[in-house]
């Protein structure tokens, strides 16, 4: 017999908060990344204006 695919709209949403709840460790560290990343460009910036 086939598995139902129907799911109830609360059923989906908490499958989305499940995989959400588990990606945010993954997602702090990546936007951590990307802000140090930022932080180095604008810090070269300034100093490559004051060696001007």
Do not use: C, D, G
Not at 19 to 35: D, F, K, M, T
């Amino acid at each position: 017999m086939a598995k139902q695919e129907t799911q109830h709209p609360w059923q989906q949403i908490e499958e989305q908060a499940f995989h959400a709840y588990r990606e945010w460790p993954l997602w702090l560290v990546l936007r951590q990344r990307e802000l140090a990343q930022q932080t180095n460009v604008v810090s070269e910036r300034k100093s490559s204006k004051e060696r001007i």
